[in-house]
């Protein structure tokens, strides 16, 4: 499968004492050498699942046997719809069963669903234990590895119970992007495209550049956007690191993207799906609010179409959507509160009268 170990490029997140680098490259999952400077601990419990396990687990595993005496597995079932309690008591069960003490390391080796569990899980086992992710989807690699939101989801709402708690590395292995199905390398682009207009509109001329060279996954391009996304969300994470404010842009799609995922049932539609139809609803938003004109609007709906990413929302009915995007994070006092675009490049959250959402609902829906 893959090529010789190489690490491309260290991205460090300066967060204090809590501060951690992002490693990037190729063959780094069974190479030892990427697993220098762990925690120093007995054991290791590597959480996964069951469409990831017989493809990484066994490497992985080898890998880590040189710094654990004991080295456990759990292998959660998968999908967005048991990011819930029930799994999470999983690892849980399997942390207990296996006496691990408050010092064992636990490793994400998955996507964004087992990411923000395992996060959860060593956030709460004993009240804290140290973690790893190891980010085997696009999306997980470019975001949710990094920064340290750790959630289960809510029938009633996403990421609804959760905690900020940051990794102690993250380690981002670009080979194991070969096994990625299209339309989940698709759901990736969709956060990678979202740095571009929350933030670097330089960033956005390249992913329209080379949006045909990564949907090939050509590794140079693929390394870039990895990189790229990692240094933008890490400068706005280290500055804002629980939302109290700039945080928010990295949200922009995701007001109207969760209420897509709940409103259907998660895993109808792709977290990445639901943000990039997302985005083009904010953008519509920010249209209308005259922020940005009709010609870059259209702009970002079109690359998040080449990207094989919807544009079109559910009929969910806008009355559904508003009574689920009341409970978004973000709303104070019932009030919704949309990150949106207030000019190329630059995002900001704002409130939005009513009517201009259920028009641009009306607007962007099937
Ligand atoms: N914490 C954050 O900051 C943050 C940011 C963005 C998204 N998220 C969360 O991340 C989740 C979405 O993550 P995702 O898109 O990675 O979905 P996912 O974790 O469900 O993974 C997508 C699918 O790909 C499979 N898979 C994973 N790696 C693979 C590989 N290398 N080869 C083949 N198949 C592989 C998985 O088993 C799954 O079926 C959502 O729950 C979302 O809320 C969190
Ligand atoms: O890291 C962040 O902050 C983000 O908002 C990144 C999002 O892509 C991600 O989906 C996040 O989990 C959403 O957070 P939430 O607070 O809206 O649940
Ligand atoms: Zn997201």
């Known amino acids: 499968m893959s090529a010789a170990p190489a690490v491309l490029h260290e991205v460090p997140i300066d967060l204090g004492d809590?501060?951690?680098?992002?490693?990037?490259?190729?063959?780094?999952?069974?190479?030892?050498?990427?697993?220098?400077?762990?925690?120093k601990a007995s054991s290791a419990m590597v959480v996964t699942n069951t469409t990831v396990a017989p493809l990484y687990l066994r490497s992985l595993t080898e890998a880590l046997k040189p710094h654990f005496r004991d080295v456990h597995q759990v292998t959660l079932p998968d999908g967005e719809s048991h990011k819930d309690w029930q799994t999470l008591n999983l690892v849980f069960d399997a942390l207990l069963s296996r006496h691990s003490d408050r010092k064992t390391v636990l490793f994400a080796l998955g996507g964004g669903v087992v990411g923000d569990m395992t996060g959860f899980a060593a956030a709460c086992y004993m009240r804290g234990v140290p973690f790893v992710q190891v980010p085997t989807t696009l999306l997980a690699q470019v975001d949710s590895s990094v920064g340290g939101k750790t959630a289960i989801n809510h029938p009633l709402g996403k990421n609804m119970i959760?905690?900020?708690?940051?990794?102690?590395?993250?380690?981002?292995?670009?080979d194991t992007l070969d096994t990625l199905p299209a339309r989940e390398f698709s759901a990736g682009l969709a956060e990678v495209i979202k740095y571009g207009p929350i933030a670097d509109m330089e960033f956005l001329d390249w992913i329209e550049a080379n949006l045909d060279a990564l949907m090939r996954r050509e590794p140079a391009a693929v390394a870039h956007a990895v990189r790229r996304s990692c240094e933008i969300k890490a400068r706005v994470v280290a500055q804002d690191e629980r939302e109290g404010g700039l945080r928010a842009i990295l949200n922009f799609g995701h007001t109207f993207g969760h209420a897509i995922e709940a409103g259907l049932g998660y895993?109808?539609?792709?977290?990445g799906e639901a943000v990039g139809c997302g985005?083009?609803?904010g953008?519509?938003?920010?249209?209308?609010?005259?922020?940005?004109?009709?010609?870059?609007?259209?702009?970002?709906?079109?690359l998040l179409q080449r990207a094989q990413l919807p544009v079109r929302g559910p009929r969910l009915g806008e009355d559904r959507y508003l009574d689920l995007m009341r409970l978004d994070k973000k709303a104070e006092g019932g009030d919704i509160r949309f990150v949106v675009i207030e000019q190329p490049g630059r995002a900001a959250m704002r409130p939005a009268p009513e009517a201009m959402v259920r028009e641009v609902l009306a607007h962007c829906t099937a």
């Open 18 to 39: 809590r501060a951690y680098p992002i490693v990037i490259g190729h063959g780094l999952l069974g190479a030892a050498g990427t697993w220098s400077g762990l925690p």
């Open 162 to 174: 959760g905690a900020f708690y940051q990794p102690v590395r993250v380690v981002c292995d670009l």
């Open 267 to 271: 895993g109808e539609w792709l977290h």
């Open 279 to 281: 985005m083009a609803m």
């Open 283 to 302: 953008i519509e938003l920010s249209r209308r609010l005259g922020l940005v004109d009709a010609a870059f609007a259209q702009r970002l709906t079109a």
